[in-house]
């Protein structure tokens, strides 16, 4: 289509009806004066403006940094500097092997792939692009990491080992209930009624600047209350002990009111607990995992027990009962068996 200036815009779609309507929804936007003009506007600019006018306003610091990562380390120097309306697929394409090609994880790529669509698509709403050049094309693929989640004996055994453990309890909130290693962190004695058996996580550690903090959970699902096994009641109750007799006169410690601390009452950091998982495997004899693999062997356990799916998803804070199904597919087929003896139970006749 023509602009005023001489100028012409053009539209993409899938279909003719799709151009058309397109078309129509141009035609009437210009009509109003509300069609964007990417004119004079480089990629570069537009993340810019895309960054200080949509993403800081309305994500966490942690999540705002990490765009803005990807925006200033790589894709402005790269191809920062076509014109917004120029862009193309094939620019995408070219940048994201670039990156592969300079050592970047897989992973990595398909992150900066999403940055750029996140970014388009707002693009795309204000009418300064009409096609979104980082939705057609396909990030690289990346090797699905297997998880290790222990086998009920090996969940056993653990608890075992970290009997009488100044952290005892963490590992067992982290293994019973599958809390994040940020939920768990960010956990408050306020977050936690023993007495009726509930916790709520409503906040997760972070350190922002080399200082730790409380931000909001991973996604609005992570906000979540969950009812607490006994094991978890027992073990929490005997960690609050041990942690009132740490407690020094006159210390400042544990500011936030934090569940799980060192012992001067300063928040704990990530890295030093998964040294401390390793260290723990290892003296069960136990083979080495991710700390975050207590969360998966929470999801494997409750499922082989018969756990509805749905509950799990709720109880590990998943946004979509896909999450859980794709991530677990491994118990899917015992479940089926099970699902297929229980029917044959029901249905078949008794024997005289």
Request: contains cysteine; positive net charge.
């Amino acid at each position: 289509m023509s602009l005023p200036n001489g100028r012409r815009k053009y539209l993409y779609g899938g279909t003719r009806e799709e151009v058309r309507r397109k078309l129509a929804r141009a035609l009437g936007a210009q009509e109003t004066g509300s069609l964007g003009d990417a004119r004079g506007r480089t990629l570069g600019e537009f993340l810019d403006e895309w960054l200080r006018d949509i993403v800081r306003p309305s994500v966490r610091v942690w999540t705002y940094r990490g765009y803005e990562v990807h925006v200033r380390r790589h894709i402005k120097p790269a191809i920062g500097r076509i014109p917004l309306e120029r862009l193309e697929p094939t620019h995408v394409q070219a940048f994201l092997n670039q990156k592969l090609a300079e050592g970047l994880s897989p992973k990595s790529v398909r992150y900066l792939r999403g940055t750029l669509r996140t970014a388009l698509n707002q693009a795309m709403r204000w009418g300064f692009v009409a096609r979104n050049a980082a939705a057609l094309v396909d990030g690289p693929r990346v090797q699905r990491f297997e998880i290790a989640p222990f086998t009920p004996e090996e969940a056993r055994r653990f608890l075992t080992a970290v009997k009488g453990h100044r952290l005892e309890a963490l590992y067992t909130v982290a293994l019973a209930i599958g809390l994040r290693q940020g939920e768990a962190l960010g956990l408050r004695w306020q977050d936690i009624d023993l007495e009726m058996g509930y916790l709520r996580v409503s906040r997760q550690l972070q350190r922002v600047d080399g200082k730790f903090e409380l931000v909001e959970p991973k996604t609005p699902r992570s906000r979540r209350t969950i009812v607490m096994p006994p094991i978890v009641i027992r073990s929490l109750r005997d960690h609050r002990d041990r942690q009132f007799q740490e407690e020094r006169p006159g210390g400042s410690g544990n500011s936030l009111g934090l569940v799980f601390t060192r012992a001067d009452g300063e928040p704990l950091d990530g890295t030093v607990i998964s040294h401390d998982f390793h260290r723990v495997l290892g003296h069960a004899g136990l083979i080495q995992r991710r700390f975050h693999d207590l969360r998966h062997s929470c999801a494997t356990l409750l499922l082989a027990q018969g756990v509805p799916a749905r509950v799990v998803m709720e109880v590990l804070g998943h946004s979509q009962i896909a999450i859980t199904m794709n991530t677990y597919t491994h118990v899917i087929p015992e479940l089926r068996r099970d699902a297929a003896e229980r029917m044959d139970s029901v249905l078949r006749e008794p024997e005289r």
